[in-house]
C-alpha cells in the first residue's frame, strides 16, 4: 500500500466516523460528540470487526468499554441502557463495524468484499499479520470509540458477504 492511499483512506475514516454517528446515533440530540479526538489510549473491553477480501485485505475494528458498547445499543435499539442485553451489544456494536466497514470498502481497491461482523473481548482478539493503516478516535457520551483500519493478514471469515 502506498502512503497516497493511506493518507487519502485516513482523511475518509476521519468524514466516515463523522457520517456515520450523525446518522445513526446522533439523530436530533445535541450531544456533544468530538471527531477526529485525541488517542489518549481508552479503555477497551470489546472490538467488533469486518474482515475485507478482495483487492483490499485487511479489517475495520471498533473498540471501546462495555459502557460505550451498551450506549450504542440502547440508541440504535431505543432502549433503557439497563434493558441492554449482552445479544444486543453485540448485534449493535456488529452493526456499527459492518457500516462503517461498508464505507470504507467504498474507498479501497476494488472488488472487496465484507465478512459477517464479529464481536469479541479485546483481550482474545487478535489479528496476525496486520498493520495498523489509520485510526481514529470518536468520543461519544464521555466514551471513546477507536476506529481502526488494519492491512493484510489472514481473512478471518470464510463467509463473505457482498456489502
Not at 493511506?6 to 446518522?23: C, G, K, N, P
Request: some cysteine; glycine content about 8%.
Amino acid at each position: 500500500m502506498t502512503n497516497d492511499l493511506s493518507t487519502a483512506v485516513e482523511v475518509d475514516l476521519d468524514m466516515i466516523a463523522e457520517q456515520v454517528w450523525s446518522a445513526f446515533l446522533n439523530g436530533d440530540n445535541e450531544e456533544e460528540t468530538i471527531f477526529a479526538a485525541p488517542d489518549t489510549g481508552a479503555h477497551t473491553d470489546l472490538a467488533a470487526s469486518v474482515a475485507m477480501v478482495g483487492a483490499y485485505e485487511g479489517h475495520l475494528v471498533v473498540s471501546c468499554s462495555h459502557k460505550a458498547s451498551r450506549d450504542v445499543a440502547s440508541v440504535l435499539f431505543a432502549m433503557e441502557p439497563d434493558e441492554v442485553t449482552p445479544d444486543d451489544v453485540g448485534d449493535a456494536l456488529g452493526e456499527l463495524a459492518n457500516v462503517l466497514g461498508g464505507n470504507v470498502k467504498s474507498v479501497l481497491p476494488s472488488p472487496s468484499q465484507l465478512s459477517l461482523p464479529r464481536v469479541s473481548a479485546t483481550a482474545h482478539e487478535r489479528w496476525p499479520g496486520t498493520v495498523e493503516v489509520c485510526r481514529t478516535v470518536v468520543r461519544w457520551r464521555d466514551e471513546a470509540y477507536v476506529v481502526s483500519l488494519l492491512s493484510g493478514g489472514q481473512s478471518a471469515s470464510n463467509n463473505t458477504q457482498g456489502a
